[in-house]
């Protein structure tokens, strides 16, 4: 009994991880058509800059933690703006390059990283609170765990809202599918799409900065980890859909745990089978929309 | 094989082939052993780089971590006559010089890789240093006489882990011990689960083998399921880099250890460390293979020459003195004889340093012979 | 801002270039849209009728000078010239699949007060399809949606290419009252096929021929001269066109 | 055209000839190539380059060809080099002579490599787009799991397979013998380009690039695209394993990393930065990355490079991160790749993409 | 009976969600007729021609080619069948030429249109009859020019060059005259005709009267899903609800 609950708790913190990262992909693929390869890049320098900050003002403590996420936060929608006032925006509407390039970015990235910060992971201080545990059903839950899943939930809320109740919504929408129709109709449609890779970047920022509270560490390789699981997350729950992407976080989190656990070790290869079996039953994905 | 043309070539340089990972995920691993190289030639030649009046021409080149790139760096170094080959960190890669070794009849002296499958995969390779083997029966010392009692080997499911597995089912089930293990696919992320499971075993000792960055996240999940309050833990204690990844666990588990800077505590010991400290790096984990290569390297150029049966005969069964004592290759198979340490993490000003308990004999831990 | 004097063109075009895929699809094309009523702008299939509107919108490449009141407007960019006035109905519609028809509508809103009775006394059809997705719509629908977001702001200039195309004989009819309504408050240039439409709305014409201006004057003197229309049209008899 | 087309085929037949004879000669180009030609590490290189630049052609057949952008194209690698070193060793056992049992492991790969692009084909293009690409991924990495995890010990996980040398023909085995690989090499590149360039240009290749424009246009007009789909999903990976036999042999082993969505990716990088419109494009990419990435790898090494200050050490001393910034101007600056680049300079003008597809009324 | 109509529709009917977009359609065309279908926007006529040539299922009724029931085949089948048809927006290859477009529905009727072992040629019979096709919508001179550079027009007259060349028995138009110049509107219909002409079957929605008129031997008009109508166009003309929901003024 308290297995399970451990691993369904646990599943479920895993899942808010996978979905913090989805969140900011599914944002950008589903509005602007461009699979974001270097959305681990982003969550990567974030994680970075965030403990580099963090560790400089008040290492292992809330304050700490609250400076390294609003660091991570602004440096990740900061490098995401650039890469798409500097690069993504020369090739609008040419989707496929436009994955190239961030296929580009995240491979020169991931190098650079282990140039400046080496290739060992570097191990992270945190509030003593995080390292500790809860108890619930019998079950010692690690508490950060908890952080992890009230984040995701502020995250999905949050940009919810922002596309039903702004007009941006609308406007990246339809810019989406068809960019001069909508300078046609006297909107800036760039500053749209810089927006949302603005809150895209700024969702991985907070990702990168919590991944690196969940593992431990920083290193240049903890974007691309989560990047694979965050790209499977989001074609199950359906391109561009977010609530889609949070269910098959959850999904997808708790199946892995559990086979780990149960079924020897084969969580990869049960969600690899679920991304397959999900697209060939619904190529849609659980909630995406009819292309 | 073309065996070394007596006389005139005597005074011509011999060509040693370094490759090891300068760029990649294992570079830290491969700067320890480049800089103990370095150190051990130094020492091995008195400052001179040359054997007996001949220059050793070093070529090192960068494998990457990339087995294709390593084979693609041999058969260039073998082409142009390169009559030793060393190093590399990785056992895959390790494994695919041994290969190029046998099949283009030349030496080959493996660096840190740890699988005890190049241990008598040919007789060109040797190796200069330690094997999972010694590893697990170090730990084996660990618990006394292991005869009925119950462990439990917390590893990934990877080459190292199952590696691992299988040495202590052969060294300490061998012994008596009931064996069992928890394999953890290699990317699994959440380990709370398995901390339960370890829990739940029951184990006398739990023998953790864990390599790359989780190892964090994995203490702290043993620690927080309370793991370390139900039994000894045990574990190889890494390089320098990963001293403070155990975190609050760091005081509770029992390491075994190959090297780290001190443990010796003999004369060449302060040779290597004076040169290590003087080209600005540290002693770590791999500075002794790099070490004991120079040395063999030395060796086996000062007694065969050119000729490799001849280098492969000066090596076999050679005991000489080392940064860790007194080494052994044996003749058999080439596996490398050498003592191994017990030690904790102690905290001190600049958080968690290592402090030796015990030197373990290299024949307690000696590796059966290979065929 | 001032209104435009009397006789200054809302729209003026001097030698414009419009480039396709490197391709030059308008070449040297100057006229003046007047300040009030219909010009109409025609020629055969594939003349660069719809690449003379794209250009002026700034949505393919193009140089030359164009002025809109006699502002410079042809370094601007697509949407600051459509903030300043200038609505656009493209030939293929162009709806936004995936959105709703409200949404559509509401997208192309501009003005504080969008003029939504008026779309929706014109196109009743839409007001009860508010909540259908626009991919979904009929071709003729569609049209209907792409006009409304035009006329659903106040505007300097109208650019509508082909409105009429696709459209039942009886919504023709309607589209033509529509933007013979709308050009009593702003001037139109209208890309059309249908010389029925033409001689209806249209006081001025401007013919095209690969991609050239070949013809500048008022549409009954283009329209009446049979030689004329046969040259630049290829038509006999307007009638057969309809 | 037939004068035009014959040039095409004299101008080919020379450089292949013009390959062919490199091993022979001692050609030195300093800074590109690691020694002369004739020297094992040089040919070494460049026969991994060839059989890079075969598998980025293969590639290129899907994605550039037929539009199937597959995120799993290293698993057809991978099963050439993993199966027929795995074959070579569960035949080695039999009594037969040597030749035979090379000959059949090879046979026995074929076949593999057949039945699992037939498998994975038939059903990731049930679907399309981005979740063609995914299920592709997803086969793909089921694939790279397999591998790692070393099944049955059948697979070597982490530490590759070592090729069995004992049925390989001697002439393939060492680094005298590198000249002969590097000819095997050639010989598989000359093979796929051959192959490659008669399914383009046969009817079948035609629809297939009339299906990457519009589908159901295909339909329409009576042909079902899934089986012309199919058709060259397969072609494309049973080539993919025979490049991948080449590698084995080349680097008598077979590592992981050959598995990997990384790899995959880097295939595309390949085909991109050569030019997805024309076949030499593909090859060339696969030439120039490898070479690149090698002397990139020399570059990080040098003096030169450790002399500068940190600013621009650290990048400098990365190659990857050389390589993925260069990838990022191509796509940049150089749509066309450098296949396009002629055109380029014969118009002097940027190219631009084709329209977005006009949708249909349905 | 043996003899067949060309096409026949039983009882169709569709519903999308909650919509009721075709309503229990019946309709036999025979043979060699060529049928107008005339309707306000929006009143089915695409979502018909859909139907027939399999882009969509019914929910209801059935869909009869030359008596054989293909309502649950696929699209590809019913074309390779013989039917032949047009997009309301116009849709060609835009990276083949237009020689390309036209030569890939000239191996459909060939057989074997997408093998491996078959190589078009300059001289082979597919691209002579694709030669052919364009030469009678007159755009032969234009063969080797890429399709995305072509304009409204022009596509329409390709489109219509490769129904020609896939020589169906059945053709589904949908408004083949929209864009098209007025100075191309004659010649076109001449080779709307000519497809007729040919034995062939043709339905063709159309807004143009004076083509309708013109060309259909029967007219069907549909609205809000139904069919009202269908009749010879002299009936159709002076049908009350045909003149005040469909031609208004312009009759
Ligand atoms: N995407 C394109 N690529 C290349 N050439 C193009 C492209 N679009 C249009 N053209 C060329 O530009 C010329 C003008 O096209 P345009 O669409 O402006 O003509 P039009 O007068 O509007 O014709 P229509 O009456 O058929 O709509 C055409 O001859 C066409 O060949
Ligand atoms: N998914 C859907 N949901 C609701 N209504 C739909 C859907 N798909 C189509 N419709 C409606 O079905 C009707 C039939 O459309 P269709 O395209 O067949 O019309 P049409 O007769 O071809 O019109 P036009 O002459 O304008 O092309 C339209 O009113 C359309 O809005
Ligand atoms: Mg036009
Ligand atoms: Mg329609």
């Not at chain 2, 005869?147 to 590696?163: H, I, S, W």
């Not at chain 2, 204690?237 to 609050?248: F, I, M, N």
Request: glycine share 12%.
């Amino acid at each position: 009994m308290d297995t399970l609950v451990l691993l369904l708790i646990t599943g479920l913190g895993l899942g808010a991880l996978y979905f913090l990262v989805a969140s900011g992909l599914s944002l950008i693929y589903g509005l602007m058509g461009v699979l974001n390869f270097a959305h681990g890049a982003f969550l990567t320098i974030a994680a970075f800059l965030g403990w580099e900050a963090g560790r400089r003002i008040s290492d292992g403590t809330w304050t700490g933690l609250a400076i390294s996420a609003l660091v991570g936060i602004l440096v990740g929608a900061t490098v995401a703006v650039l890469t798409e006032v500097l690069i993504i925006r020369r090739l609008y509407e040419r989707h496929i390059e436009q994955a190239l390039v961030t296929v580009g970015i995240s491979l020169a990235a991931v190098a650079l990283f282990e140039g400046i910060w080496g290739t060992d992971p570097i191990y992270t201080d945190r509030p003593a609170w995080l390292t500790q545990t809860t108890e619930i059903l019998g079950a010692r839950i690690p508490n950060d765990r908890f952080l992890l899943i009230a984040c995701a939930v502020l995250v999905l809320g949050g940009i919810v809202l922002f596309l039903r109740r702004t007009r941006y919504g609308l406007i990246i929408r339809a810019g989406v599918e068809n960019r001069h129709m909508v300078t046609a109709l006297g909107i800036d449609v760039r500053r749209s799409f810089t927006l949302v890779f603005a809150i895209g970047g700024a969702a991985a920022g907070l990702g990168g900065v919590l991944a690196s509270v969940y593992y431990g560490y920083v290193s240049a390789h903890l974007g691309s980890v989560l990047l694979i699981f965050a790209f499977i997350v989001t074609v199950i729950g359906g391109l561009g859909s977010l609530t889609g992407a949070a269910i098959a976080s959850v999904l997808v989190a708790v199946l892995q745990q559990f086979a780990n656990f149960y079924l020897g070790g084969t969580g990869d290869l049960v969600v690899v089978v679920l991304l397959a079996a999900v697209l060939l039953i619904r190529p849609r994905g659980l909630m995406g929309k009819a292309a | 094989s073309g065996g070394g043309d007596a006389d005139g070539a005597d005074a011509a340089p011999v060509a040693i082939g370094m490759i090891t990972s300068e760029t990649g995920p294992l570079a830290a691993y491969g700067e320890a052993y480049v800089a103990g190289f370095e150190a051990g030639l130094d020492y091995a030649t008195d400052g001179t780089g040359e054997v007996d009046g001949r220059e050793l021409e070093i070529t090192w080149e960068d494998d990457q971590g990339n087995p294709d790139t390593a084979v693609a760096k041999a058969k260039d170094l073998i082409g142009q006559g390169t009559k030793v080959l060393a190093g590399t960190v990785a056992s895959g890669i390790a494994l695919s010089l041994a290969e190029q070794a046998e099949q283009n009849e030349i030496l080959y002296v493996s660096g840190p890789a740890a699988a005890d499958a190049i241990t008598g995969v040919n007789e060109y390779t040797f190796r200069s240093g330690r094997q999972t083997y010694q590893d697990v029966a170090t730990a084996g010392t660990f618990i006394g006489d292991p005869a009925g009692k119950k462990v439990v080997v917390f590893a990934q499911d990877t080459a190292f882990g199952q590696g691992n597995l299988a040495g202590v089912e052969a060294v300490l089930g061998g012994q008596g011990a009931d064996v069992q293990g928890v394999l953890v696919a290699e990317d699994a992320t959440e380990f709370t689960p398995f901390a339960q499971q370890l829990i739940d075993a029951d184990a006398d000792l739990v023998f953790v083998a864990w390599a790359g960055a989780s190892s964090g996240a994995m203490w702290t999940a043993l620690q927080q399921q309370g793991v370390f309050e139900s039994a000894p833990v045990v574990t190889g204690l890494g390089d320098v880099a990963t001293y403070q990844a155990y975190g609050d666990a760091s005081g509770d588990i029992s390491f075994l250890n190959h090297y780290f800077g001190g443990a010796a505590g003999t004369d060449i010991e302060d040779e290597m460390i004076t040169r290590l400290e003087e080209a600005g790096a540290v002693p770590d984990l791999f500075s002794v293979d790099g070490f004991v290569a120079a040395q063999m390297i030395v060796q086996a150029v000062r007694e065969g020459g050119d000729d490799v049966d001849a280098m492969i005969e000066a090596l076999e069964g050679w005991t000489f003195e080392s940064v860790k004592g007194e080494v052994t290759v044996r003749a058999e198979d080439h596996a490398l004889i050498q003592p191994m340490y017990q030690v904790r993490l102690v905290e001190g000003a600049d958080g968690w340093a290592p402090e030796l308990i015990e030197t373990i004999d290299a024949e307690t831990v000696a590796p059966p012979v290979v065929g | 801002m001032s209104g435009p004097v009397a006789d200054e063109p809302i729209l003026s075009v001097r030698n414009l270039y419009g480039r396709i895929a490197g391709q030059q699809v308008v070449e040297d094309v100057s006229f003046d849209v007047p300040a009030t009523g219909v010009t109409a702008l025609l020629g055969r299939n594939g003349v660069g009728k719809t690449s003379t509107i794209k250009s002026i919108l700034g949505l393919i490449d193009r140089s030359g000078e164009v002025r809109l009141a006699g502002e410079r407007i042809d370094r601007a960019p697509t949407h600051r010239i459509v903030q300043r006035g200038v609505a656009y109905v493209p030939e293929d519609r162009e709806v936004f699949g995936s959105l709703t028809v409200a949404e559509n509508l509401r997208l192309a809103e501009r003005d504080r007060s969008p003029r939504r009775e008026l779309v929706a006394s014109l196109f009743p059809d839409l007001e009860a399809r508010r909540e259908q997705r626009a991919g979904t719509l009929s071709g003729g629908q569609q049209q209907m949606v792409s006009l409304a977001r035009a006329l659903v702001n106040e505007n300097r200039l109208l650019l509508v290419d082909e409105p009429t195309k696709g459209l039942a004989p009886r919504i023709v009819d309607e589209v033509a009252d529509a933007l013979a309504e709308a050009a009593r408050t702003a001037p139109i240039l209208l890309v059309e096929q249908n010389l029925l439409v033409v001689r209806r709305l249209a006081e001025r014409v401007v013919v095209l021929s690969s991609g050239r201006v070949v013809f500048t004057g008022s549409a009954e003197e283009l329209l009446d001269d049979h030689d004329r229309v046969q040259r630049f049209l290829g038509v006999h008899d307007e009638r057969e066109a309809a | 055209m037939t004068a035009k087309s014959l040039r095409l085929v004299i101008g080919g037949i020379l450089l292949v000839v013009a390959l062919a004879i490199l091993p022979l000669l001692a050609i030195d180009v300093p800074g590109v190539l690691p020694g002369p030609t004739y020297t094992p590490g040089t040919l070494q290189l460049l026969a991994f380059a060839l059989l890079i630049a075969a598998l980025a052609l293969t590639y290129r057949m899907m994605f550039g060809l037929a539009g199937l952008l597959s995120f799993g194209h290293a698993l057809f690698f991978a099963a050439g080099a993993y199966g027929l070193a795995m074959t070579l060793e569960a035949f080695g056992p039999a009594e037969w002579p040597s030749a035979l049992v090379f000959t059949v492991a090879i046979a026995a790969t074929l076949v593999l490599g057949f039945v699992l692009a037939a498998t994975v084909g038939a059903l990731a293009l049930r679907v399309t787009g981005i979740s063609f690409a995914m299920v592709t991924l997803a086969f793909a990495q089921a694939g790279s799991v397999l591998i790692r995890r070393n099944p049955g010990s059948a697979t070597g996980g982490d530490e590759g397979l070592a090729l069995d040398t004992a049925h390989v023909p001697p002439e393939l085995v060492g680094v005298v013998d590198t000249r002969n690989l590097y000819w095997v090499a050639l010989g598989i590149l000359v093979l796929v380009y051959l192959i490659v360039l008669w399914v383009e240009k046969s009817r079948a290749g035609h629809v297939a690039e009339a299906i990457r424009e519009n589908e159901l246009r295909v339909r329409v007009i009576g042909i079902r695209p899934y089986n012309v789909k199919l058709l060259v999903f397969i072609a494309a990976s049973v080539l993919a394993s025979v490049a991948g036999m080449g590698y084995l042999l080349l680097q008598s082993g077979a590592a992981p990393r050959i598995a990997t969505a990384d790899f995959t990716l880097t295939l595309l990088v390949i085909v991109v930065l050569g030019g997805v419109g024309a076949r030499w494009g593909a090859i060339v990419g696969g030439i120039v990355y490898t070479l690149l990435d090698q002397r990139l790898t020399a570059l990080a090494g040098s003096d030169a490079i450790a002399a500068l200050p940190d600013i621009l050490r650290v990048p400098l001393s990365e190659p990857l991160f050389i390589l993925g910034t260069l990838f990022v101007l191509v796509v940049l600056f150089l749509p066309g790749g450098i296949a396009g680049l002629p055109a380029r300079i014969a118009t002097g003008r940027k190219q631009h993409p084709a329209e977005p597809e006009e949708t249909v009324d349905a | 009976m043996t003899d067949h109509a060309a096409l026949e529709l039983e009882h169709v009917t569709l519903r999308i969600g909650g919509a009721h977009i075709l309503k229990d359609v019946s309709l036999s065309v025979p043979e060699g007729e060529m049928l107008g279908v005339i309707g306000p926007n929006g009143a089915g006529k695409t979502t018909l021609f859909n139907i027939v040539s399999g882009v969509l299922r019914p929910t209801e009724g059935a869909v009869r080619l030359a008596g054989a029931d293909v309502t649950t085949q696929p699209v590809h089948r019913r074309a390779a069948a013989g039917l032949g048809r047009t997009f309301q927006t116009s849709s060609l290859f835009p990276a083949l030429d237009v020689l390309e477009n036209v030569r890939l529905a000239a191996q459909v009727r060939e057989g074997r249109a997408a093998s491996v072992f078959r190589t078009p040629r300059r001289t082979d019979a597919a691209t002579r009859r694709a030669l052919a096709a364009l030469e009678e919508v007159g755009m032969a001179q234009r063969a080797g020019a890429g399709a995305s550079g072509l304009s409204h027009g022009e596509k329409r007259k390709v489109e219509i060059a490769m129904l020609i060349a896939m020589e169906p028995r059945v053709i589904l138009l949908d408004e083949p005259m929209a864009g098209v110049g007025s100075a191309d509107v004659p010649a076109l219909t001449e080779v709307i005709r000519g497809l007729h002409r040919g034995g062939r079957t043709v339905l063709m929605v159309e807004h143009h009267m004076d083509v309708v008129l013109g060309l259909a031997d029967r007219v069907a008009v549909m609205h809000h899903g139904e069919l009202l109508a269908a009749d010879s166009p002299e009936a159709v003309m002076a049908n009350p609800t045909v003149q005040s929901a469909y031609l208004g003024s312009a009759a």
